[in-house]
């Protein structure tokens, strides 16, 4: 799925019918590496970043312009939401009340997540590792 | 599957009745199968537990339903591990167009080169990353 933003409405003055005048939304899928973006996404926040493209999603949830989605791809993603034989592959599976990006993970070194501290908690992967390779914690070079 | 950092949540009250109860996850892609079908971020629904800020990897189309609980559940994506240590061949993390290359100036955090330094075209990465092979 991809979060996205509710940019606009989509209406067909003549439609194919088995769409059976279902509501169209176009939203536009939000940036949310771009470095502009703020961390906190909501409807009544600061508007994020949004990616270049127009998508066409079908609404069964009643989403509204300005709202954030989250919208599903795929031709298997319509025949569970929709049935088959409706045309579309882009489909609103739920209205986002609030996003939470860390937006310092999206830098290449995170702040606070060292290789070190992290590998000391977990134990997986140290018996089979430990026989010819050297020890944890040294990949993000902090 | 790819390999991702979670990097963020989603909460939503109003969904489709079969991802109710899943918890939802921001995922940046570290790399992605294919270069032209590239994406900036991908929810993935999270079974396994994962915290903002590790590695995990993602399976993309219905392996990812199962993994969800619910084969008939209208997702994309699901976490299916937590990555505690990548081992990439030293040189190759941001190796020249393909697939499977890395996002340049984006690693994961687990990341560990291995291998010899002769022959590739990396190896001027000696830095914190860097250890001897025996």
């Known amino acids: ?142 | 599957m790819i390999l991702g950092r979670l990097v963020g949540t989603v909460w939503a009250t109003k969904k489709n009745p079969r991802i109710e109860n899943l918890k939802l996850a921001i995922v940046r892609p570290y790399f992605w199968y294919n270069p032209s079908h590239d994406v900036e971020h991908v929810v993935a629904v999270d079974q396994v537990g994962a915290e903002v800020g590790q590695d995990v990897l993602v399976c993309v189309g219905q392996p990812g339903r199962w993994v969800a609980g619910d084969y008939r559940c209208p997702i994309e994506a699901s976490v299916m591990a937590i990555v505690d240590r990548v081992e990439i061949e030293r040189g190759c993390e941001h190796a020249a167009p393909g697939p499977f290359a890395l996002r340049a100036q984006f690693k994961p955090t687990t990341l560990v080169r291995v291998g010899a330094d002769e022959g590739m075209t990396g190896g001027e990465e000696r830095g914190g990353g860097e250890r001897g092979t025996p």
């Not at chain 1, 590496?33 to 949830?61: C, F, T, V, Y």
């Not at chain 1, 929709?82 to 990006?101: C, M, W, Y």
Request: hydrophobic residues 40%.
């Open chain 1, 1 to 142: 799925m991809k979060l996205c933003r509710v940019v606009g409405a989509v209406w067909g003055a003549k439609e194919a019918g088995s769409l059976g005048g279902r509501k169209l939304l176009a939203v536009r899928p939000v940036a949310v590496a771009s470095g502009h973006s703020p961390a906190d996404i909501a409807a009544d926040g600061e508007r994020p970043d949004l990616q270049d493209g127009l998508i066409i999603a079908l609404d069964q949830l009643g989403a509204g312009i300005g709202e954030f989605v989250l919208v599903a791809h795929g031709s298997r993603v319509r025949d569970l939401t929709l049935g088959p034989g409706v045309p579309t592959k882009d489909v609103v599976v739920a209205i986002v009340d609030s996003a939470h990006v860390e937006l310092d993970l999206l830098a290449d070194e995170p702040v606070g997540t060292a290789p070190a501290d992290r590998s000391n908690g977990r134990p997986a992967c140290s018996g089979p590792a430990a026989s010819g390779t050297a020890p944890h914690g040294e990949g993000g070079g902090a």
